[in-house]
């Protein structure tokens, strides 16, 4: 039977302590600019925790942790800045009949999630930012078993999913009473000023068309194989959980399932987080967009197998020295954004996106009720995009794939694909 969400109430959040006067603006950077206009969307499934209580330290917890996280009360304008006017966050509650808990995490219906949250992640009428919208949106989920799950939906254009993760965090520590433990930096427009940007268009990339998406579970055990595959494929020592999973995606996705496929090639391309990159380096609470990709084009599936040699070298091109010329020289780095973009839409290319959700610490937010039971994403507005997230022991991976319908059938049917992942 269908999952059922029902919402049952609707509020404005607001901070709990006026923001003051002179932090009433936050600047966007640089790199907000080129941030898509989407929704980072987050899940968090949490078993019995005492509802009554639940529900007002959800929302008095939230309420003080917009003190420290006032841009996400504002409401942006002019896309350049946010106007930090405390006029707050959507809150909703909702009544989840027809399935319980457990049928979520046994068996997940990847396309009925979206229902947890407050929102989509992209629709037509979110590609254009309006002054009235509000920049984070919170749902909570509650299940006739008892169980909860809350879904957090940040803007993109003020964040990235480091962000969302800081915030997360942030909200959490406030409701065990922990309120200090995290305190979010909005100083990156300091580190890269806003730009013009005639021309530009931030939601290159982002699909209007149905997608559909693939959860595919890589428990320790399966983890431990795909790293041997590695070792007698292609000769490689040593590779971490996401290198591993990118690099056996790449190959199932790589060999032809039929022969208007043959001989297309591929280029991949894997985001990857700056802060540390920086020299010197930003704190992981440095709050927005500070991130950026490489771009590699594998020709044939053959060649897939030299991927984590090549991805470790793409990745290290992604140092100091390159972040301080996106520093310097924000025009070269606007090009070189909209350049590697393109790669993906040359006539007869073929594309993977890659970005790993993988080290971030939604696993350790504790409401108080103790850690999430599990964490998801949902189908996300790339085609042929693979979003990774750690399972719940940290020693495997989940692959969210999300690509049109006829793919991702050819896609799952892959004997190989099945025998490493569930």
Request: aromatic share 10%; net charge negative; glycine share 6%.
């Amino acid at each position: 039977m269908a999952m059922n969400v029902e919402i049952i109430s609707k509020e404005t959040i607001k901070p709990s302590s006026p923001t003051p006067s002179h932090l009433k603006t936050h600047t966007l950077s640089f790199l907000d600019q080129l941030g898509p206009p989407i929704f980072l969307p987050i899940i968090l499934y949490y078993t019995k925790p005492n509802t009554s209580a639940t529900t007002a330290s959800l929302k008095e917890s939230l309420s003080k942790c917009l003190t420290k996280f006032y841009p996400l009360a504002g409401r942006i304008k002019d896309e350049i800045y946010v106007d930090c006017n405390d006029a707050g966050v959507d809150y909703l509650e909702a009544k989840v009949t027809n399935c319980s808990l457990s049928d979520v995490l046994t068996n997940p219906n990847i396309e009925s999630l979206v229902q947890l949250l407050p929102c989509k992640p992209y629709s037509p009428e979110t590609k254009k930012e309006s002054s009235e919208s509000p920049l984070l949106l919170v749902q909570v989920n509650y299940f006739d078993c008892g169980g909860i799950a809350i879904g957090v939906c940040v803007w993109h254009r003020v964040g990235d999913t480091c962000s969302l993760n800081t915030f997360v965090n942030g909200w959490s520590a406030t409701a065990r009473g922990d309120y200090e433990a995290i305190t979010p930096q909005f100083d990156l427009a300091s580190v890269f000023p806003p730009r013009d940007l005639p021309g530009f268009d931030p939601a290159v990339g982002v699909c209007n068309a149905k997608l559909v998406a693939k959860r595919l579970v890589f428990n320790a055990s399966n983890m431990e194989k795909l790293k041997e595959k590695l070792r007698k494929d292609s000769n490689v020592v040593s590779a971490t959980r996401v290198e591993a999973v990118s690099a056996f995606l790449t190959q199932r996705l790589m060999e032809p399932k039929s022969a208007k496929q043959e001989g297309k090639p591929y280029t991949v391309l894997f985001t990857t987080n700056l802060r540390k990159r920086r020299v010197p380096p930003l704190h992981d609470h440095s709050f927005g967009n500070m991130y950026s990709f490489v771009n590699e084009v594998f020709t044939n599936e053959e060649e897939s197998r030299g991927f984590v040699g090549r991805i470790k070298s793409a990745v290290r091109r992604i140092n100091g020295e390159f972040v301080g010329k996106i520093e310097s020289d924000g025009d070269w780095y606007s090009r070189h954004i909209e350049d590697e973009a393109m790669k993906s839409f040359v006539e007869g290319m073929r594309n993977i996106n890659f970005s790993s959700w993988c080290r971030f610490d939604f696993y350790n937010a504790d409401f108080g009720w103790g850690r999430p039971v599990w964490t998801s994403i949902v189908t996300m507005p790339y085609e042929n995009s693979v979003f990774l997230l750690d399972t719940r022991g940290l020693d495997g991976i989940e692959a969210w794939v999300s690509m049109s319908e006829e793919n991702m059938a050819e896609f799952v049917s892959d004997a190989e694909l099945l025998q490493f992942s569930s």
